[in-house]
């Protein structure tokens, strides 16, 4: 048991490290391109569009990595090594455009490698039926979180007092570190049969020159977008007509499902594109609080997110517990009826601290009120396009549908990033958009949100037949022996 305890921390231990990274560049991104590559506004906006849509893309191909070639330890270490390679890469002060979008492409092939394996890790140091691998995840899922909120909160104040390389250098320096705990991991699967050979360089090189090739000419990347789209339109067709017929009816509701949940991820890439420019454009840049005032970086905003969801998961979670002790638990499309009503609520507060913004600057208690329910919302919807997919796919499609689910996550972060520029319009030569602008950008998002929640109320009782009739057909399909899970509520 103390083994299990500390591989599991020296997995923990890694995720923040990855987390830190990302969300540390995350919270300076788009300032970080405007001032070190020349681009306006809305082109820092699409470039951080791409590497959002990559890094969902990719790890398609890392589990692929991780599976045949190299094993899930030897592939984390890999991808925490190229991943401090990228950060000390920004910590170097490479700059222009094809220096900064080589070193994105680093990042994108690190971190994509690095999500599925290292979910593997943990999957299998706990396979065995341990009664405590809820808590295990749950605390896997915090480390997340308190990564993402140090950086959040560390990098855009280091940026401001210390310069871009050097909290840039504090990343690289975390994730040197992260690699070095790698290293220290014991094989918790076998390795495949066959090391590693140049097969591996190959396959890194191929994808850092195409992440390259995408993030440097935003024109080729938008024609890949609408090709992967299609091109998973297609697969889901084809999942479709091959399934057996006892599985089509709950193909066809994961199908609706899925696709509420990957539109959140529209909302979600507002975090790092409209509310961080309406945060630096509009914003007081102090808060009193505790008797002080305290001085806030625009990109501090972003941590709110992450502060909100350790506050709110566990009350989530025992909720859903008592529902489920009582015999009502909460369904999957109340959820997300729920969070997005509490998404539409979220940007209604925002448009209308841009209302206010027309005076001058708004006091930063919007941002807080704002992102207290845009949180519980994301955590209402966030994991449950994977959860619908375990639950209604066919076992032999399970692998290719959250795969499908993970790009497509991907392309609604980049049609969020297109949606973001809307406000910077009419921007150009000053960096700085309108509070109009972020009144006409919050308010058709919190349009869109409330369509999105009304059209998921008018769904519930579709889905309720549709469940009931793929049990049915699941339960006396001849060609079958699967047993449904639990009744949809």
């Known amino acids: 048991m103390e083994a299990r305890r500390r591989i599991f921390l020296r997995i923990a231990t890694l995720e923040l490290c990855e987390r830190f990274g990302f969300y540390g560049l995350q919270s300076v991104s788009i300032l970080y ?8 506004e809305q082109g820092a906006i699409m470039l951080w569009g791409a590497f959002s849509a990559l890094m969902f893309g990719v790890p398609v191909l890392g589990g692929w990595l991780g599976d045949r070639i190299l094993g899930a330890r030897r592939t984390v270490a890999v991808a925490l090594a190229l991943l401090a390679t990228g950060y000390t890469g920004l910590a170097s002060g490479v700059g222009g455009a094809a220096g900064i979008s080589l070193v994105l492409a680093v990042l994108v092939c690190g971190g994509g490698i690095f999500k599925p394996n290292i979910t593997s890790l943990l999957r299998h140091a706990f396979s065995d039926g341990d009664d405590r691998l809820d808590i295990v995840f749950t605390i896997y899922y915090m480390s997340i979180n308190i990564g993402a909120t140090i950086a959040a909160l560390a990098i855009p104040f280091l940026a401001v007092h210390i310069g871009w390389q050097a909290s840039f250098g504090v990343s690289s320096a975390v994730l040197w570190a992260g690699f070095a705990v790698s290293l220290t991991l014991p094989a918790t699967t076998p390795a495949p049969t066959g090391a590693a050979d140049r097969r591996l360089w190959l396959l890194l090189a191929a994808g850092i020159g195409a992440a390259f090739t995408l993030l440097h000419y935003p024109t080729l990347a938008r024609t890949c977008i609408w090709i992967a789209a299609t091109a998973i339109l297609l697969i889901w067709i084809v999942l479709y007509r091959r399934a057996a017929p006892a599985w089509r009816a709950g193909l066809k509701l994961s199908f609706a499902l899925q696709a509420e949940a990957i539109l959140f991820f529209l909302f979600n890439q507002q975090i790092a594109t409209s509310l961080t420019g309406f945060a630096r454009d509009h914003v007081a840049g102090t808060i ?31 909720l859903y517990h ?17 969070g997005f009503v509490l998404l ?28 207290a329910l845009f949180s519980l919302g994301e955590l209402l919807i966030a994991a449950l396009g994977l959860a619908v997919i375990a639950r209604y796919a066919p076992p032999d499609a399970v692998g290719r549908l959250m795969g499908c689910f993970s790009v497509l996550g991907g392309l609604a972060s980049y049609l969020g990033s297109l949606v973001a520029t809307d406000a910077t319009y009419g921007a150009a030569g000053t960096g700085t958009a309108s509070t109009a602008g972020y009144t006409h950008l919050f308010g058709n998002l919190a349009a869109l949100a409330a369509i999105v929640a009304l059209a998921s109320a008018l769904f519930i009782p579709f889905a309720r037949r549709m469940d009931a009739h793929w049990r049915r057909a699941l339960l006396t399909s001849p060609s079958t022996d699967e047993t449904p899970p639990e009744i949809l509520p």
Do not use: E
């Open 322 to 338: 008592s529902a489920a002790r009582k015999g009502r638990p909460i369904s999957v499309p109340i959820r997300f009826l729920c």
């Open 33 to 40: 391109f405007v001032k070190t590559m020349g681009l306006s």
């Open 344 to 371: 539409t609520g979220s940007f209604i507060l925002w448009r209308t601290a841009a209302l206010a913004g027309a005076a001058g600057p708004v006091s930063p208690w919007w941002m807080v009120a704002g992102y």
């Open 288 to 318: 009193h609080m505790a008797g002080m005032d305290w001085i806030v970086q625009p990109g501090q905003f972003q941590s709110l997110n992450n502060l909100w969801i350790l506050i709110f998961a566990p009350c989530l979670a025992a």
